[in-house]
């Protein structure tokens, strides 16, 4: 069992950049592969990031390679994702993610996070 806090959401306008945190409970941080998802008012939630246990690989959505950027500090028990050349588009709630399996893709999520709400100004 893990518990997963996010933060670091907020407003920003369109070319900017957030930088999400989603901190996790317990001291089994690393044998997760970690995730983020969004959900965006009235769409399904989709697969954005994840990263390997070690940190060593990532895997991205189509939609936000090469703007974001995911990674973990185990000694922290956080994983992040750095969001730049934000887009209106990428308005919606992200969600924190931890999964037993070592697959990045496909992402198969155990526990989830309560989520951050991000809104993309034009």
């Known amino acids: 069992q893990v518990q997963l806090v996010e933060s670091g959401g907020g407003l920003v306008q369109a070319g900017g950049s957030l930088r999400l945190s989603c901190a996790a409970s317990g001291r089994t941080f690393s044998t997760y592969t970690m995730g983020w998802f969004r959900q965006a008012p009235g769409k399904e939630r989709d697969f954005v990031a994840a990263?390997?246990?070690?940190?060593?690989?990532?895997y991205y959505a189509d939609s936000v390679k090469g703007r974001f950027t995911i990674s973990r500090d185990n000694a922290k028990n956080t994983v992040y994702l750095q969001m730049n050349s934000l887009k209106p588009e990428d308005t919606a709630v992200y969600y924190c993610a931890a999964s037993y399996s070592g697959s990045l893709y496909p992402y198969e999520s155990d526990y989830w996070g309560q989520g951050t709400q991000v809104t993309v100004s034009s």
């Open positions: 990263i390997s246990r070690s940190g060593v690989s990532t």
